[in-house]
Structure formats: structure tokens, C-alpha cells
């Protein structure tokens, strides 16, 4: 990992960049950076686990109705012939239900990136930015997700 104050000297980034006064130190940008560099990763964070929240949900969709079909079909639960050629009735089940136990853990890492991100968010604020394309990601990935919960 880059030290902020290394990469901000490697970058060259001129003050004027930030909107910030003549005045100001290097170690004011790179904080401000360092600070929106967490609001960015934390932004990518949460749309990560809402990606795989939706794609276990899709999973739990898909394996109850193939668990319904093979009930339906009047799969045997314990047919070995049935278990090498493709999966039991027994074994389906336990693919849904490991499937099921997956979202209420993604809802809940999901609440936490999302607590996280609006604390980052608001300490970026408070700093003094108000504007800029990582506050406006985050904010509307904010907007996105809460309906969830």
C-alpha cells in the first residue's frame, strides 16, 4: 500500500485541484485524499455485498424450485443411483438451505458496510467537501440501498 503523502507527491496534485487556499499544507490533501480514497472503497464495498446479496436471493429462488420439482417428481430422498447421476432430493435440500442461511449474513454485512459508509460520508463532509463525483456515488448508493432495509 502507497503512503497518501508518497502518492500525493508522486501525483504532483497542484492545490488548486481541491479548491483549497494557497495556503494549506500537503498533509491537509493527502488526508482529504486518504479520505476519500475510504468513501470510494467503501462505496465499492457496499455495492459488492447488495451484488451478492441479490445473487444468493436469485439462488434461493432457483434451488426452491428445483427442490419443488424433484418433490413434485417423486424424487426418492435416499436413491443412491439418483445421487450419482445428479443430486437427491436429501441433497438438494441441504443446497437450499445453506442457500437460505446466506442472505440474512449478506443483509447484515450489507447494514454494516452501509452504517459505514455514511459515517465516512459524513466525515468527508464535515472536512469540507461538499462536491465531487466519489461524494455523489456515495451518496446515491446510499439512496439505492436503504430501501432495502
Do not use: W
Amino acid at each position: 500500500m502507497v503512503c497518501p503523502m508518497v502518492y500525493a507527491a508522486q501525483c504532483s496534485i497542484r492545490i488548486s485541484t481541491f479548491g483549497l487556499m494557497a495556503g494549506v499544507g500537503l498533509a491537509y490533501i493527502c488526508t482529504t485524499m486518504a479520505t476519500l480514497r475510504n468513501l470510494n472503497i467503501k462505496t465499492s464495498t457496499c455495492k459488492r455485498i447488495a451484488k451478492e446479496l441479490h445473487s444468493y436471493e436469485k439462488e434461493v429462488e432457483k434451488e426452491s424450485a428445483k427442490t419443488a420439482d424433484m418433490k413434485a417428481k417423486g424424487a426418492d430422498p435416499y436413491d443412491l443411483k439418483q445421487q450419482v447421476r445428479r443430486y437427491n432430493l436429501k441433497s438438494q435440500e441441504n443446497v437450499l438451505a445453506e442457500s437460505r442461511m446466506m442472505v440474512p449474513d449478506c443483509r447484515k454485512r450489507l447494514e454494516t458496510a452501509l452504517s459505514d459508509l455514511k459515517a465516512t460520508l459524513v466525515e468527508v463532509e464535515s472536512s469540507g467537501q461538499k462536491d465531487g463525483s466519489e461524494i455523489g456515488d456515495a451518496r446515491s448508493t446510499i439512496t439505492e440501498f436503504e430501501r432495502i432495509f
